[in-house]
């Protein structure tokens, strides 16, 4: 049974920093592409970012570069999303991606900016 279980969100003061992961299981997701998404209230679900399978070419949105890296372990079939500096703007329910074609999503992690 394919999964991809993501934990790590949460409230949090503006400025600080959370750090999402998402376990995968069911394939590996070291053949993959993964990737991170995220939906506010209201919004579209937009691409966060994205690595390769080796790890390198980080993709990121704009809004979000120099803020937060995307990171794997292979060796735990793990994606994380290390947040820095978070914004109320970056309030939204957070959604790992991967697999053929991006054909996996997990159940989203709530993250909540907020003083």
């Known amino acids: 049974q394919v999964q991809l279980v993501e934990s790590g969100g949460g409230l949090v003061q503006p400025g600080g920093s959370l750090r999402l992961s998402c376990a995968a299981s069911?394939?590996?997701?070291?053949?993959?592409?993964m990737s991170w998404y995220r939906q506010a209230p209201g919004k579209e679900r937009e691409l966060v970012a994205r690595?390769?399978?080796?790890?390198?070419?980080?993709t990121y949105l704009d809004f979000v570069k120099g803020r937060f890296t995307i990171s794997r372990d292979n060796a735990k079939n793990t994606v994380y999303l290390q947040m820095n500096n978070l914004n109320p703007e970056d309030t939204a329910a957070y959604y790992c991606?991967?697999?053929?074609?991006?054909?996996?999503w997990g159940q989203g992690t709530q993250v909540t900016v907020s003083s």
């Open positions: 991606n991967g697999g053929p074609g991006g054909a996996f």
């Open positions: 069911g394939f590996t997701a070291s053949y993959y592409v």
């Open positions: 690595i390769l399978r080796t790890g390198g070419g980080g």
